[in-house]
């Protein structure tokens, strides 16, 4: 089984190779240049690019080609995308699979982003090596999809409300300068505001940690990720205050890719994990 997952998924390459997943870059645009996310650039080029140029970046799903090259072989492959409601990406995924024998190919809508995304591949791995099949890995990571939750403080409100990628950004542009929301991803895959705490950071911070302590009954303690766009300090920090509060078995520390930086700015992190239902 070829497990394959598009950049969104903000994955390090060292995650990648211990797991065995394939990924299909995203790309962005900026300055008439398009570049090859995880290949040709990385967030620090992102908002090098943003600052020389005064332009936001633009950013589109893989191609069905690029697609149909990843599915290459003759191995069956699970496939699991970023949010159809964020991205093209599911959709091309589906129209690459159907040039292939039925069946090969299983696509599945992880309504999520970022590692929201990443948990799933490496999930769908740890199946794989335990023996399992295809359909019913598919059926197992489906399962999983209503289960993960994904929130992230953003700094600036520029890039995602001119990206377009969050509705509800228009509700909060204008008001109090000194506002960090807190955005968290939609069971159908959309995005929302759901805090808008005033001042410091640290106040974000705390709406994070205080997600996370709510859903302590049922948080999978297998794996907790923290991903950000250029603060690792900040990262280091929220991540021992995971372990502190939910002492779960591993907590990583990823950079986002340059498309999750494309569209929710410098100094973005969040919190990602999976609960039991």
């Not at 950049?7 to 190779?17: G, H, K, W």
């Not at 332009?55 to 699991?80: H, M, R, S, W």
């Not at 129209?95 to 590692?115: K, Y």
């Not at 990262?235 to 907590?251: C, Q, T």
């Amino acid at each position: 089984m070829k497990i394959v997952t598009d950049s969104c998924c903000d994955l390090s390459q060292e995650l990648l190779d211990r797991y065995d997943i394939t990924l299909v870059p995203m790309s962005v645009s900026i300055a008439n240049k398009v570049y090859l996310d995880f290949v040709e650039i990385d967030q620090f080029k992102v908002f090098q690019l943003v600052q020389e140029t005064g332009e936001l970046p633009k950013t589109a799903a893989p191609t069905v080609a690029e697609y149909n090259k990843a599915f290459e072989g003759d191995d069956q492959v699970l496939c699991i995308t970023i949010s159809s409601h964020l991205s093209a990406s599911y959709q091309n995924a589906v129209l690459a699979a159907e040039m292939l024998p039925q069946g090969r190919v299983i696509i599945i809508d992880s309504l999520n982003l970022s590692t929201g995304i990443g948990q799933l591949p490496i999930h769908a791995s740890e199946l794989r090596s335990a023996g399992m099949k295809v359909e019913a890995v598919a059926d197992e990571i489906k399962s999983w999809v209503p289960n993960m939750y994904s929130s992230f403080m953003i700094d600036t409100l520029e890039y995602l409300y001119k990206g377009g990628r969050c509705n509800a950004m228009q509700n909060i542009v204008g008001s109090m300068l000194k506002i960090h929301p807190v955005i968290k991803v939609q069971p159908d895959g959309t995005l929302n505001v759901h805090d808008k705490p005033r001042g410091t950071r640290q106040r974000a911070f705390e709406s994070l940690l205080k997600a996370l302590a709510d859903n302590l009954s049922k948080l999978d303690r297998r794996r907790v990720f923290v991903t950000h766009t250029s603060s690792q300090e900040d990262a280091e920090y929220l991540a021992s205050e995971v372990k502190r509060l939910a002492a779960p078995e591993e907590v990583l520390i990823t950079r986002a890719g340059s498309v999750i930086s494309s569209h929710c700015g410098p100094n973005t992190i969040g919190i990602l994990y999976h609960l039991n239902p």
